[in-house]
T-cell receptor, first 114, second 112 residues
Framework: AQSVTQLDSQVPVFEEAPVELRCNYS??????LFWYVQYPNQGLQLLLK??????LVESINGFEAEFNKSQTSFHLRKPSVHISDTAEYFC????????????FGQGTRLTINP | ETGVTQTPRHLVMGMTNKKSLKCEQH?????MYWYKQSAKKPLELMFV???????ENNSVPSRFSPECPNSSHLFLHLHTLQPEDSALYLC???????????FGPGTRLTVT
């Protein structure tokens, strides 16, 4: 079975500051890794994913995450945040065999202050 | 309509009521999912359907009864719920072997 730990439940930052949202996972088998974002009153949207290949993956709106197998981590980073990035961010993992069973972390609420 | 839609968006029901949540996907996918999102708890996968067949039931109480009449529609029938069942219920869809799940906006359920 897989599990996901998001180390911070809330992260407040100032606009244009850098941010890192931490995610660690546990699994005895190889996994896919995901970050989803949930804006207020909306469903989840995929932000980025790691399936294979380059361990650094990027989203279209400036976020990036790096898969670190030795540290079993998939931290999300952005060098300069905007007010519109205010949302809840969820890290998720699935086994490669059985990829439909997404296991989510508890979420990190990112609040951007002007 | 595009993507994954869910109705109603909000629902208040008593413990003796029977109600249904509806999900529809317009993405041509063949897999559909129900998730429960409670306050202070991670999203929990409830059910998975592939090509209209249930392939996963994550130990969900029988007061939740899913139905998938075709690959585009998914229902969650509710009866004799408990207050602790109050949550946001999210529907998602994907290709069966796909890696990305597309989520609907959810139904906010309150059980009184």
């Amino acid at each position: 079975a897989q599990s996901v730990t998001q180390l911070d439940s809330q992260v407040p930052v100032f606009e244009e500051a850098p941010v890192e949202l931490r995610c660690n996972y546990s699994s005895s088998v190889s996994v896919y890794l995901f970050w989803y974002v949930q804006y207020p009153n909306q469903g989840l949207q995929l932000l980025l994913k790691y399936l294979s290949g380059s361990t650094l993956v990027e989203s279209i709106n400036g976020f990036e995450a790096e898969f670190n197998k030795s540290q079993t981590s998939f931290h999300l980073r952005k060098p300069s945040v905007h007010i519109s990035d205010t949302a809840e961010y969820f890290c998720a993992v699935s086994a490669i065999q059985g990829a439909q069973k997404l296991v989510f972390g508890q979420g990190t609420r990112l609040t951007i202050n002007p | 309509e595009t993507g994954v839609t869910q109705t109603p968006r909000h629902l208040v029901m008593g413990m003796t009521n029977k109600k249904s949540l509806k999900c529809e996907q317009h993405l041509g996918h063949n897999a559909m999912y129900w998730y429960k999102q409670s306050a202070k708890k991670p999203l929990e996968l409830m059910f998975v359907y592939n090509f209209k067949e249930q392939t996963e039931n994550n130990s969900v109480p029988s007061r939740f009864s899913p139905e998938c009449p075709n690959s585009s529609h998914l229902f969650l029938h509710l009866h004799t719920l408990q207050p602790e069942d109050s949550a946001l219920y999210l529907c998602a869809s994907s290709q069966p072997a796909g890696d990305e799940q597309y989520f609907g906006p959810g139904t906010r359920l309150t059980v009184t």
